[in-house]
């Protein structure tokens, strides 16, 4: 699947990306800050808020999720960032600047925009969708089409195939692609995403995710996503912000610190079962260390391998190829059965692990080998090591330690802060945001 | 690319090219052509053999003086002229009031007051047409121009319900996408509710344009003129090849704004939108 997506070639969208600034006005590619104050909304006739007095400070760069229950305010929270919701009361910093008096079509122009079902207009072409936000903001014809031609080759899609499309000629995984890259292109510092890849099939999402990720990985947006899915909240969040009704925020953290301290028992019931097989998806075999394990080539001498059976702890070695490749698994009766032939011995390796795999995948795969342990291979399938079961579950331990440990020091750090922040203001020297930022 | 497809009905939904990322052979986007050469061909050929029998029957037909009388002068090309002419104005004026009526009936402030004025404009459309002449022409004295008020406040409905309708149908989170990446209120409008309201509001202009034409039968009666003269006097004078050749030009220039009408509304419609 992952093979199966052209992924434009590396450092190109920079390359021409960078034409593209040269010729044209100041372009800000890299995120911006974004500051809650007492952010609320109320609707008439309805004496509770439906946001009530959200604070929040969001960090340059940085990938925020809002992840809660349906109604629980998430959207209206967003929305009120780039007013297509009007605050009652409250202000937005967006880089320092207060955006809550002025112009909200101004606003939006400089704020990327992505939601559910890819809101493509059916009646333009993919590239004519691409080009509306930097036509109105006056780019030059020839400027605007060589951004939507990298702006296609950045979501991964060939710009000569869809540019002329219309929306409805589109998989639902491509129209997401093509509404993000509608959201980029007039290069908004802040990007909104509204549950975009809710209405996708779940094979897609996951591949959607990975783009995000990769994409988010080059540009350094400051992205508000917001998704009921916690799943997802943990895959793309640098930090989550879990809410609760009317908005309020129960827990603003990073995904392991949530995973592993949820703040109460509403945030616990969100994060749901398996929290430590949650937290697996966030490390990945690289970080764990692998093991040795005895190894022979299948070209070395059959006396060689005699030895390193008998010498070895665990009576068994691996077998590689020519090209360092696992190959079989070699046990110290196999080659008396097999009378010395090494074509017949030992049982094929079936099913080896990157280092950039999760390791929940590392454990699905240990699982279910039948002896509990599996290759781990780095460049062009060569060998590097082993997991099994006993370094898997070791690792686990200490990350969820080492986890629990951030947590409580995290949290001291907190409260430390907003003792801190809570004597400024007494003082009166306050500016809080840049003390935090 | 591919050879031009022969029949733009296949152009459906796209075969479900699901493999993400257009790993699969997916079909190219095809210069499709809406306009079949059935669609340009046929009602005009049928229309010619029409009037073409007509016009043998007619010359074969035994007229006395009072039926030459009531064709002589060119009078049958005038009152076509005039027919014509009422039509086309009065369908005019139907746009001009109707659309941006439509318009600014969806518009969130006036909202409310949409069912009251589509109230008034189906009482245009429930009085009787004739009825409704007469009072106009008690009003506005003989002549086409209470012919022409006549026919407007008859034909305004269909326009105003189709705009609104076709305004209204539009998926609200377009719009919130619209105004999402910052388009203003008269951008969202102009670039993204006419454009994707143009099927429906065309459909309203389609039947407007009909009814104006059989309406305007009507304006003789009013002193307006048109083909309803010739189709009176061969009442009148109990002359049948005149009534006949009155409704007969009625129906084929009934027939044929029609069909130019469902020509522009396969060219305008806005590409994208779907084969329909």
């Known amino acids: 699947m992952a093979e199966a997506a052209p992924r434009p070639p590396e450092g190109r969208a920079e390359t021409s990306g960078a034409t593209v600034r040269t010729s044209g006005a100041t372009i800000q590619t890299s995120g911006a800050t974004i500051q809650l104050e007492n952010l609320t909304k109320r609707y008439p006739g309805n004496p509770a808020p439906a946001v009530d007095c959200v604070n929040m400070d969001i960090k340059a760069g940085e990938l925020v999720v809002f992840v809660g229950p349906s109604g629980c305010g998430k959207t209206t929270t967003m929305k009120m960032i780039n007013r297509l919701i009007e605050p009652t009361s409250g202000r937005i910093r967006i880089d320092g600047e207060d955006v809550t008096g002025i112009d909200p079509v101004r606003l939006r122009r400089k704020i990327g925009y992505a939601i559910q079902a890819s809101g493509l207009f059916p009646h333009m072409t993919v590239a004519q969708n691409i080009a509306l936000v930097p036509r109105m903001t006056g780019w030059s014809k020839r400027r605007i089409a060589e951004r939507v031609e990298e702006m296609l080759d950045l979501v991964g899609l060939d710009p000569g195939e869809f540019q002329g499309r219309y929306p409805r000629q589109l998989s639902g995984g491509q129209q997401q692609r093509v509404g993000v890259a509608r959201a980029l292109a007039a290069d908004p510092p802040v990007l909104l995403m509204d549950e975009p890849f809710g209405a996708v099939d779940p094979i897609t999402r996951d591949h959607l995710q990975d783009e995000l990720i990769r994409l988010q990985h080059e540009l350094h947006k400051t992205i508000v996503f917001v998704t009921h899915d916690f799943d997802e909240a943990i895959k793309l969040g640098d930090r989550i912000a879990v809410l609760r009704e009317r908005s309020h925020i129960a827990q603003f953290d990073t995904p392991e610190a949530i995973l592993t301290n949820p703040a109460d028992d509403f945030v616990s019931g969100f994060v749901g079962a398996g929290a430590a097989l949650k937290r697996l998806n966030l490390t990945r075999v690289r970080d764990v260390g692998v093991v040795d394990f005895p190894t022979a080539t299948i070209d070395d001498p059959l006396q060689t391998i005699f030895e390193r059976l008998r010498a070895g702890t665990t009576n068994e070695v691996l077998l590689l ?117 | 690319m591919r050879p031009p497809s022969p029949s733009p009905e296949q152009l459906g939904p ?112 429930a009085t009787p047409a004739i009825g409704l002449l007469a009072l106009l022409v008690i009003w506005l004295g003989i002549g086409m121009r209470a012919a022409l008020v006549g026919m407007v406040v008859y034909a305004v409905l269909p326009v105003l319900a189709n705009t609104i309708a076709g305004l209204r149908a539009i998926d609200p989170t377009l719009v919130e996408a619209a105004r999402g990446i910052g388009m203003s209120a008269v951008g969202v409008l102009r670039r993204v509710e006419l454009p994707l309201a143009v099927p429906l509001i065309l459909a309203g202009v389609r039947t407007a344009l009909v009814l104006n034409v059989g309406t305007a039968t009507l304006a003789y009666f009013g002193g307006g003129g048109g083909l309803g003269d010739l189709i009176a006097s061969g009442i009148t004078n109990q002359r049948m090849p005149v009534l006949v050749l009155g409704s007969v030009l009625t129906v084929a220039l009934a027939l044929l704004v029609d069909w130019l009408a469902s020509l522009a509304e396969l060219l305008l419609r806005p590409r994208g939108l779907g084969a329909s």
Do not use: C
């Not at chain 1, 090209?323 to 079989?328: E, G, I, L, S, T």
């Not at chain 1, 590392?362 to 080998?369: F, M, N, R, Y």
């Not at chain 1, 060998?383 to 690792?395: A, F, I, Q, R």
């Open chain 1, 321 to 437: 190829d020519r090209h360092h490749r696992p190959y079989k698994w070699l046990r110290r009766g196999d080659l008396m059965r097999a009378k010395g032939s090494l074509v017949r011995a030992g049982t094929l390796v079936h099913d080896t692990v990157t280092r950039d795999a999760t390791l929940r995948d590392a454990l699905e795969a240990v699982l279910i080998d039948n002896a509990g342990r599996v290759p781990v291979t780095g460049r062009r399938g060569r060998y590097e090591g082993v997991v099994d079961m006993e370094t898997l579950m070791n690792s686990v331990h200490e990350l969820l330690e080492e986890d629990r440990l951030d947590a409580v020091e995290h949290q001291h750090l907190l409260e430390e802060q907003r003792a801190q922040q809570v004597l400024e203001e007494q003082e009166g020297t306050t500016d809080a945001p840049e003390e935090l930022a």
């Open chain 2, 14 to 125: 796209p075969e479900a090219e699901e493999a993400e990322d257009g790993a699969a052979p997916v079909p190219a986007p095809r210069p499709r052509r809406r306009v079949t050469w059935q669609k340009l061909t046929v009602l005009p050929a049928f229309l010619l053999a029409l009037l073409l029998a007509t016009w043998l029957w007619f010359r074969g037909a035994d007229l006395d003086s009072i039926a030459r009388n009531s064709i002589a002068d060119g009078n049958v090309w005038l009152r076509l002229r005039q027919h014509v002419v009422l039509t086309v104005v009065s369908t005019f004026f139907v746009l001009v009031i109707a659309i941006p009526l439509g318009i600014l009936l969806t518009r969130r402030r006036v909202r409310p007051a949409a069912p009251a004025v589509i109230a008034v404009a189906n009482v245009g459309q």
